[in-house]
């Protein structure tokens, strides 16, 4: 038990934190969920921030990208920001750390950020400087970092 403790804290201090260090985190149960946040491991989440559901879930899984030039081989996980950075916002999220989450991708060069609201179903697009919502009835269109992309925002919303 000791051991594992040491090893957890040791690899938790380990700057910087890398693929290899984060894939072993991943390892230990109870851990395998942990965020990094400006080059630091976010420890202090509460626990309805932790566990999100099948709604959020689902949510997730139909939105994503990182265009293909800015992916390089790996063993697990993309470090770098993503082009378009999509975050479900939970209940206990309030709008000015989302803002603030916003702006920490486009400092790390994410052009399009999505704040997705279930509870809302709402879909704000962000662009440095400027954010449009949307609600049901909306389509998303691609704009210049997804040329012909558009999408429906009652789909992403559908049960």
Request: aromatic share 8%; net charge negative.
């Amino acid at each position: 038990m000791i051991s594992d403790v040491k090893t957890i804290v040791s690899l938790l201090m380990k700057r910087p934190i890398t693929e290899e260090i984060v894939m072993q985190v991943a390892q230990i149960p109870g851990y395998e969920h942990l965020e990094i946040t400006d080059g630091n491991w976010v420890l202090d989440k509460e626990d309805d921030e932790m566990t999100t559901g099948e709604e959020h879930g689902w949510i997730e899984a139909i939105v994503s990208f990182v265009k293909q030039s800015n992916i390089t081989p790996s063993q697990g996980f993309i470090y770098g920001a993503p082009d378009l950075a999509v975050e479900i916002v939970s209940p206990s999220q309030k709008e000015p750390q989302m803002l603030a989450k916003a702006n920490e991708y486009f400092h790390y060069g994410t052009q399009v950020v999505w704040l997705v609201y279930p509870r809302q179903k709402t879909i704000e697009v962000h662009t440095p400087g400027k954010a449009i919502k949307y609600g049901l009835g909306d389509t998303i269109p691609g704009g210049d970092l997804l040329p012909g992309f558009s999408l429906s925002v009652s789909q992403v919303f559908e049960s």
